[in-house]
């Protein structure tokens, strides 16, 4: 039996360091750079002072799914000149820990569930999808979070781009990762949205 290939491994065209696949590239690029490239120039967009760049060491830039949709994890809203800059002024938090760090300027949702296998998203989708549209509709970027952007927040991005474009979750779930490559619902979610596909087509 022939044993499958594996994809190659890429340089980062701007620092050399080779990309494993998926785990630490960016997607919708036309150039191949690795992840802490991308946040490091994406924080050059609001040109930080020094100590302030010492303060955003964390920063990881969230990534655009979708026209004024945006995904990330817990440190990609610590940067206010950023969000201003990509127009985010919504942030829905899909976590029980998530940080409401700009209330005064930002429209915040939450929707507090762990990450585990007893965790019901499904019945907060109507919820988050509703937040979502409405933001867009007001003219909002709109971020959604969790702690690592990977799988309670891919979640909802999911259901969301399932229910707009009357999707199955396979092409969602394919459409999301071209941007956000190691986005990996837990297979708890996945059935959820597996459920929510019967609802969408």
């Known amino acids: 039996m022939e044993a499958k290939s594996q994809p190659a491994y890429q340089k980062c065209t701007r620092c050399g360091y080779s990309i494993a696949p998926g785990a630490n590239s960016i997607g919708r690029r036309p150039d191949q750079i690795c992840r802490n490239c991308y946040n490091a120039l994406e924080l050059d967009l609001v040109k930080p002072a020094a100590e302030d760049r010492k303060k955003l060491q964390f920063f990881e830039a969230p990534d655009l799914v979708d026209p004024q949709l945006w995904l990330g994890g817990c440190f990609a809203d610590i940067s206010k000149p950023y969000l ?3 127009g985010i002024r919504a942030i829905l938090l899909v976590c029980s820990e998530g940080i409401e760090r700009w209330k005064e300027s930002i429209v ?5 569930v762990e990450d585990n296998f007893q965790a019901d998203l499904r019945g907060h989708f109507k919820k988050a999808i509703e937040f979502i549209s ?3 509709a007001k003219g909002n970027g709109v971020l959604v979070r969790c702690a690592a952007g990977v799988s309670r927040s891919a979640t909802v991005v999911i259901a969301y781009i399932m229910q707009t474009k009357h999707w199955g979750v396979d092409r969602a ?4 990762k071209e941007v956000r490559p190691f986005v990996e619902p837990n297979y708890k979610f ?3 949205l597996r459920d929510f596909e019967a609802e969408v087509l």
């Open 108 to 112: 915040y949702e939450k929707i507090p």
């Open 190 to 192: 996945m059935a959820q």
């Open 84 to 86: 201003d800059l990509k």
């Open 173 to 176: 779930l394919k459409y999301v």
């Open 134 to 136: 409405g933001q867009i």
